[in-house]
């Protein structure tokens, strides 16, 4: 018995040992800027992680910088999440901010935390803090990066504009009024920032995810997934991007539209009568412009909120390109019988981007922003289509060797390339060099099994 009751004694000891050592780890008081103290409250799994490295000696201490530090080196992403809730002087608390555990050159983990006061007031982030969390670079870098809790290598880093570009093609800003008794309007209003897929592109949308570290990915059909943004906190660091790094299709009037039904929605708008009326007049000028049968009988009134003023449709980098040809792009290999050549048909390859026809004047820029290709105009939209042998060959493949393409649009291009390069070895002019190109294509786009 007194045995027993020495090792549970022991056991409670260090228990107690190490709850009172976590807890001083954990419960950060650290001063910002002019405020009396920011207290880490709201613990996540990923709390814990930082702990152990705390604790292993790892993490050696925590430092604050300030914003202008940070934007000069944009380029690193999030990698997990910190809840933190700031005390005012009177004693108030601001609703919890997400704090975003960046890396950076050096060594350091970097955890920002977003301070915006007054939600879309303006379009500057009023002030940013970060907490760099100093580690040993042994630990954190070698000659392949990785993981800091995976022994997995990293994934790339998407370029910003190579994000907006790929939202400029995929991407879709969406307001959902819905009927629910517990409002006293009647209705649910609901914005979310959402992109959809095929589940092949599953990898690329979690790269997205892990790019603006807000949101879920979740499954909408067989073969499709989405990622969706809907909290209001989340939706600030959408709308925070697409201030910097801009959509330049039609979209953008989209864009336009949903930041002033958030807006609306950020000061409690939604929630009375008049507000609502906003929201569903900025809704019937969305996207496709339809409302459904019973908003139309409910909001019989409703006039459709102007579309904004037109907007520069300006590439400020070819990674937007790389994004939008991720979303809209082909690279396709064309055969087609012909009696001009010895084995009694050709190839040729096209590179394509499709858009709807209110897109018509961006596709057109492209042919003076690339110096080839030109337009077609179908019906309801237009095709961009560069198929001379030197400007693929030497125009746009070393555009994608530069910019790279992160879906599974960037296998297609690996085959593309390597049947440019037999067409420039005249390879395609033998039967053994055409069966090959016949091989590679049969695999290629919708035919890819994956």
Known sequence: MGIALFIVSEALFFLGIFWAYYHRVMWIETKLRGHPKALITKLFEETLKVALLMIKGIVTSLEIIGANQWMGNRGSKSDSHISVKEQRVDG????????????????????????????????????????????FKPYFYSNTQRSLFSSKP???????????????????????????????????????????????????????????????????????????????????????????????????????????????????????????????????????????????LTFSDIVPTLIPEAID???????????????????????????????????????ILTQHVKDKNLLESLIYTLNCGRYIPKSGYGEFIVEKFTDIDKKVIPIFEQFKLHGVKSDNFEDFKKVALMMGNKHHLTRKGLDEIKKIKGKMNKNRKY
Request: proline residues 2%; hydrophobic residues 40%.
């Open 92 to 135: 108030f608390s601001i609703s919890s901010r997400y704090c975003k555990v960046y890396s950076m050159c050096q060594g350091n983990l970097v955890i920002m935390h977003n301070n915006i006061k007054g939600l879309f007031k303006d379009n500057t982030l009023q002030k940013t803090y970060f907490i760099r969390l100093k580690l």
């Open 313 to 351: 449709k300006k590439i400020e980098s070819l990674h937007w390109l790389a994004g939008f040809t991720d979303g809209e792009g082909c690279f396709f290999i064309a055969l087609k019988k012909s009696l001009q050549y010895k084995l009694g048909e050709t190839v040729w390859l096209r590179f």
């Open 154 to 296: 990293m994934l790339p880093k998407l370029n910003p504009y190579y994000v907006t570009g790929f939202s400029d093609g995929e991407g879709c800003f969406y307001l959902a009024v819905s009927p629910n008794t517990k409002y006293k309007t009647g209705f649910r209003v609901k914005a979310s920032f959402q992109i959809g897929v095929h589940i092949r592109d599953l990898a690329l949308l979690e790269q997205i995810k892990l790019f603006f570290a807000v949101g879920q990915i979740s499954k909408l059909g067989p073969e499709s997934v989405q990622y969706r943004v809907s909290a209001l906190e989340d939706l600030r660091v959408i709308v925070n991007h697409f201030e910097i790094f801009s959509l330049i299709t039609y979209k953008k009037y989209d864009y336009l539209l949903f930041k002033q039904a958030l807006e609306l929605i950020a000061q409690g708008k939604h929630l009375t009568l008049h507000g609502l009326n906003q929201i569903v007049s900025i809704k019937a000028s969305l996207n496709s412009k339809k409302i459904s049968e019973e908003l139309k």
